[in-house]
């Protein structure tokens, strides 16, 4: 009788092919990538979205602190504000402020140091963005045709067209290439030889 019973087991497990044996395998498979797929898309997004937002986040903070240098100057009634809209057109000052802007994203870009973060130049404004934090904000300002910068040496400077194509700083006379390149070398050592012009 137990060899009978062990008989009319054998004819039920045979009854079952091959290929559907396979095809539930194979779709066990599927099912399984698809659902580590859909887990490492999901963590990619949210490392993606953190990213954004601490970006975001850091520009943020470089323009809350740019306007409460520029709070606390203008309070002080500064000589260097509001000093360059007679001396040119607007076609001028965007044409030369524009250039000026990105000379000094051209040749930070090009750098390529690894102690800058982020740098981005958009609509008139040049944010460069350092490992350590320390951030730069220079843009236009059409209203007074100026170039308005701010840094964590310099503190908010204000720069009016001056003899050809430069920018000076009429509080204490020096270009913009030369207030950025000592600023910017006291913060990033090795781009303390990189040539900006007009310096």
Same mark, same amino acid.
């Given at each position: 009788?137990?060899?009978? !019973?062990?008989?009319?087991? @054998? ?13 539930? /395998? ?5 099912? *399984?990538?698809?659902?580590?797929? !859909? ?12 990213? @954004? ?16 240098? @520029?709070?606390? $100057? ?15 057109? +607007? %076609? ?8 000026? *802007?990105?000379?000094? $994203?051209?040749?930070?870009?090009? !750098?390529? @140091?690894?102690?800058?973060? +982020?740098?981005?130049?958009? +609509? ?5 963005? *350092?490992?350590?934090? !320390?951030?730069?904000? #220079? /843009?236009?300002? $059409?209203? %007074?045709?100026? #170039? ?9 400077? $204000? ?8 920018? #000076?700083?009429?509080? +204490?006379?020096? %270009? ?24």
């Amino acid at each position: 009788m137990a060899h009978l !019973a062990r008989c009319s087991v @054998l004819p039920l497990r045979m009854r079952v092919p091959a290929a559907a044996r396979v095809g539930l /395998n194979s779709s066990a498979l599927r099912f *399984l990538h698809s659902a580590a797929t !859909a887990r490492a898309a999901s963590a990619l997004s949210a490392a993606a979205s953190q990213s @954004l937002q601490q970006h975001q986040q850091r520009q943020q903070q470089t323009f809350q602190s740019f306007r409460t240098q @520029l709070r606390t $100057y203008s309070s002080r009634g500064r000589g260097d504000v509001d000093s360059g809209e007679d001396l040119i057109d +607007d %076609t001028q000052f965007h044409s030369r402020a524009d250039a000026a *802007l990105g000379h000094l $994203y051209e040749i930070l870009d090009t !750098a390529d @140091l690894q102690s800058v973060d +982020d740098i981005e130049l958009e +609509d008139g404004v040049l944010n460069l963005q *350092l490992e350590s934090g !320390a951030a730069f904000v #220079i /843009n236009k300002h $059409y209203a %007074t045709k100026q #170039i308005w910068y701010a840094s964590p040496v310099s503190g908010a400077l $204000y720069f009016s067209p001056g003899p050809e194509e430069g920018w #000076i700083c009429q509080a +204490d006379g020096r %270009t913009l290439e030369a207030v950025f390149k000592e600023d910017f070398g006291k913060l990033c050592p090795e781009g303390a030889g990189l040539k900006f012009g007009s310096e």
